[in-house]
């Protein structure tokens, strides 16, 4: 992989406005690479506090290009978004919630998630796929003003 990035990457953003790479968590040298070439980084997180901090310690450089999204997100808990972004200095601009949504964990785990979406995106089936839909739709606003950001001071 280390001799081939560059080119794959290249050839990817000649033919895309927007390339997306799913790495995985521990620190082997592709997951670095992409990283470190990265424009933005999607970080995903739980509440869990141990995941937070790992992130935060382990991988403190990435900040400054990191978009975060709380994944199966419950506001009552004591590690909510107002305590993550107070705790580790965070823009509420580059952070989003998906909430925690039981009709979304089933359509998962039966592989029907597409399904799901295209059932709620635009016309909910009850309150709380609409409470899921309305924070997911505002995370993918977050991710792309940020990119689009990126973007745009990378043009200049």
């Known amino acids: 992989f280390n ?6 990457f290249q050839a990817l953003e000649e033919n895309a406005d927007f390339v997306f790479v799913d790495t995985e968590t ?6 670095s ?3 470190d070439d990265a424009d933005v980084i999607v970080v995903n997180l739980t509440q869990d506090p141990e995941v937070i901090r790992h992130f935060f310690t382990d991988y403190e450089p990435l900040k400054e290009k990191a978009v975060f999204l709380i994944g199966n997100y419950v506001p009552d808990l ?38 799901f ?16 839909m309305r924070y997911a739709k505002r ?3 977050m991710v792309l003003r940020n990119i689009n950001s990126f973007c745009s001071l990378c043009a200049q």
């Open 3 to 8: 001799l081939v990035h560059e080119e794959l």
């Open 117 to 132: 979406l295209n059932l709620n995106y635009y016309k909910p089936s009850g309150r709380e796929n609409s409470y899921f």
């Open 78 to 115: 004591s590690w909510n978004l107002t305590r993550i972004c107070r705790e580790f200095h965070l823009s509420y601009s580059k952070i989003g919630v998906i909430p925690m949504n039981l009709e979304l964990n089933a359509a998962l785990s039966q592989g029907r998630l597409l399904p």
């Open 139 to 141: 995370a993918e606003a």
């Open 26 to 31: 521990n620190q082997n040298l592709s997951s």
């Open 33 to 35: 690479l992409i990283l």
